[in-house]
T-cell receptor, first 115, second 111 residues
Framework: AAGVIQSPRHLIKEKRETATLKCYPI?????VYWYQQGPGQDPQFLIS???????DKGSIPDRFSAQQFSDYHSELNMSSLELGDSALYFC??????????????FGSGTQLSVL | KQEVTQIPAALSVPEGENLVLNCSFT??????LQWFRQDPGKGLTSLLL?????REQTSGRLNASLDKSSGRSTLYIAASQPGDSATYLC??????????FGTGTQLKVEL
């Protein structure tokens, strides 16, 4: 079965650079979520999208932006990177159509290292 | 603000033992509670989802209970196996399907 696909798996950037993380949800899933997990920490909710519209916002810095495209894939854009942005970034998807909306399927994550 | 705590932070058991992982949360106004498994370098795998109106859910050797009024959940793993070694995360579901995660219990099942 198809799962949530994230790219790239690993990303190394310098301070003040920009990064773009991509997420491809499970086919026919209409909702995408982004989470950030720092070293030794629990995942923190950043932002979510439903049907290409932002549906909720968590602790996402102003330097970050995200969007969901017409094919339902989502991109997380991160600018002016700081050392503290080094983390594992997860994308998850769910579907409001299947009646299992609350069951989130997570991707393998993108490990971002800021040097 | 919802806070989720998991005890113990780490656990090492011999193969075959039954074990219990604990999760507590501060705000009982939840939509659901989920248990995830996280393997190193991999994503989160959903194990069990308990709706706020339910008391427990079972899947194979796993059983999760929920006591919303006391803000507690437990994950029971029967007859543990080395393949169960992973970090187990408890997550409380709030409005907008946002999850608040605990810091996890790192489980090691030894031969």
């Amino acid at each position: 079965a198809a799962g949530v696909i994230q790219s790239p798996r690993h990303l190394i950037k310098e301070k003040r650079e920009t990064a773009t993380l991509k997420c491809y949800p499970i086919p026919r899933h209409d909702t995408v979520y982004w989470y950030q997990q720092g070293p030794g920490q629990d995942p923190q909710f950043l932002i979510s999208f439903y049907e290409k519209m932002q549906s909720d916002k968590g602790s996402i810095p102003d330097r970050f932006s995200a969007q969901q495209f017409s094919d339902y894939h989502s991109e997380l854009n991160m600018s002016s990177l700081e050392l503290g942005d080094s983390a594992l970034y997860f994308c998850a998807s769910s579907s409001r159509l299947t009646g299992a909306y609350e069951k989130l399927f997570f991707g393998s994550g993108t490990q971002l290292s800021v040097l | 603000k919802q806070e989720v705590t998991q005890i113990p932070a780490a656990l090492s058991v011999p193969e075959g033992e039954n074990l219990v992982l604990n999760c507590s949360f501060t705000d009982s106004a939840i939509y659901n509670l989920q248990w995830f498994r996280q393997d190193p370098g991999k994503g989160l795998t959903s194990l069990l989802l308990i709706q706020s109106s339910q008391r427990e859910q079972t899947s194979g050797r796993l059983n999760a209970s929920l006591d919303k009024s006391s803000g507690r959940s437990t994950l029971y793993i029967a007859a543990s196996q080395p393949g169960d070694s992973a970090t187990y995360l408890c997550a409380v579901g709030g409005g907008g399907n946002k999850l608040t995660f605990g810091t996890g219990t790192q489980l090691k099942v030894e031969l």
